[in-house]
């Protein structure tokens, strides 16, 4: 249950990890993992990819509030994978005639997206070298947590 306040709780993640996640109203991460406040840093956007701001939060994070681990969870029934990039720009010229300067990083399956972001953390300069990430796909209508692997990783 819900803490009524954060009194004696540290700042510092107690379990030294972030979670990046969709903005997905369906999705409570403390529930999902068994949470309690005070133990992960929570980053969200819509599908829970891996941006420039979300690197600028993990670096914060890692640097200043000592974590190590992160977990990327995408799912399945996401609204990323309902348009692509190019027809979701389009759509936005063409009703206010001018492109955005950002990327939607919309994907076709959120496995490939969740590797995707796991190579690319693990090659971001100001992470630290040890940080272990690891990927997962959430099922929506289950709540059953896939880990997504990259080639080359030993087998868990
Ligand atoms: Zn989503």
Known sequence: MAAANARGV???????????????????????????????????????????????????????????????????????????????????????GRRPQWRTHAFDSPETSVRRDIVQLRHETFLHPDTVVRGFVLDIDNFRLQEVFVAGDDAR
Do not use: W, Y
């Open 10 to 96: 540290a700042v510092p993640p107690s379990l030294g990890t972030a979670v990046v996640t969709c903005m997905d109203s369906r999705i409570d991460v403390f529930a999902l993992f068994g949470l309690a406040l005070g133990e992960v840093h929570v980053l969200r956007n819509a599908g829970g990819v891996v941006t420039d701001d979300v690197v600028r939060s993990l670096t914060i994070s890692q640097r200043k509030l000592r974590t190590r681990d992160i977990i990327v969870v995408q799912h399945s029934g996401c609204g990323l994978a309902t348009f692509t990039d190019h027809q979701f720009t389009e759509e936005l010229a063409e009703e206010t």
